[in-house]
């Protein structure tokens, strides 16, 4: 299954990116915990050059943090630049603590310097990520207020926006991007199952099939607990087996699996197959 989704408006966020990257102090790099390692986009080290990175493993309350461990040993070797990772729940209260003293940390140069200048400046620092990944909502947690708009659906923010955050810290959130290509199939797979790839270009009952097989890969019991019922043979046997055991199945006996598929990626997507992390 071949995946792309690369609507005009990315192109444009990614210059716009390129441009503001050059006036910020951090770069705020947030990752959905569900597949954090899929949500790199090499667009992004572009833009970061040699920035320090705040990494937000965001969504923590939905991901396995038994994987995050190993997730954190390979972002270790993928960030080249100073970097801080901090996990977050951005839409529960409290993460703000946590994450303006890691901002901080990483800002601590510019503050320094103008404090030996005499000068009280704000730190600026740039959200960026894939779409969908929570960085309105983290921004949102951050100040306090519903400063900026939110929807479970990739491509929710359009244009760049200024955020005070507090009396030292200013951030830019900016829309969700992928990248022109999506090489890599399983990423993409991965990327399409948490919601960052628009619906409209993918086939729903190829997705669920893949899904399938991919969360009984990391996950085998995951599906027969959620539907109650022990699973086998191929993905669109599975399939029938969960309409049955969901009374979905009409007199006639056929199957909508259209409905079917859509409501597994939304159990995935809604965390009723458990707390999941693929990797
Ligand atoms: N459970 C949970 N949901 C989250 C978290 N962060 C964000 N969300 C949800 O994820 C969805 C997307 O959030 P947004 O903040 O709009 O995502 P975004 O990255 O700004 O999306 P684009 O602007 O489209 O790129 C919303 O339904 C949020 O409520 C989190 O930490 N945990
Ligand atoms: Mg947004």
């Not at 972002?75 to 970097?83: A, D, G, I, R, V």
């Not at 901002?103 to 969908?132: D, Q, R």
């Not at 993918?202 to 996950?219: G, H």
């Amino acid at each position: 299954m071949k995946i792309n989704w690369f609507p005009g408006h990315m192109t444009r966020a990614l210059r716009v990116m390129q441009v503001e990257v050059k006036n910020v102090d951090v770069v705020l790099y947030i990752l959905d915990a569900r597949s954090p390692l899929a949500c790199l986009n090499p667009e992004f080290d572009k833009i970061i050059a040699n920035k320090p990175v705040l990494v937000v493993l965001n969504k923590i309350d939905m991901a396995d943090t038994s994987k995050i461990a190993a997730v954190k040993e390979s972002l270790k070797l993928h960030f080249k630049s100073k970097f801080q990772i901090v996990e977050v729940n951005s839409t529960a209260s409290g993460a703000v603590k946590k994450v303006l003293e890691k901002i901080k940390i990483l800002g601590e140069e510019k503050i320094l310097k103008n404090k030996n200048k005499g000068l009280n400046t704000y730190i600026k620092a740039m959200v960026l990520g894939i779409p969908n990944s929570g960085k309105s909502t983290f921004v949102n947690n951050l100040c306090g207020k519903a400063k900026t708009q939110t929807g479970n659906r990739p491509g929710v923010t359009k244009g760049k926006q200024w955020v005070n955050i507090s009396r030292e810290i200013q951030i830019l959130d900016t829309p969700g991007t992928l990248q022109p290509n999506l090489s890599d199939e399983k990423s993409a797979r991965f990327l399409a199952y948490i919601g960052s790839i628009s619906d409209k270009v993918l086939d729903i009952n190829e997705l669920a099939v893949a899904l399938i097989r991919d969360i009984e890969l990391q996950y085998p019991n995951a599906l027969n607990l959620r539907y109650n019922v022990e699973l086998s043979g191929t993905p669109y046997e599975k399939i029938k087996q969960i309409a049955i055991s969901k009374n979905l199945v009409t007199k006639g006996g056929s199957i909508d699996y259209d409905r079917i598929s859509i409501m597994i990626l939304d159990d995935f997507r809604k965390r009723r197959l458990g707390n999941i992390t693929l990797l």
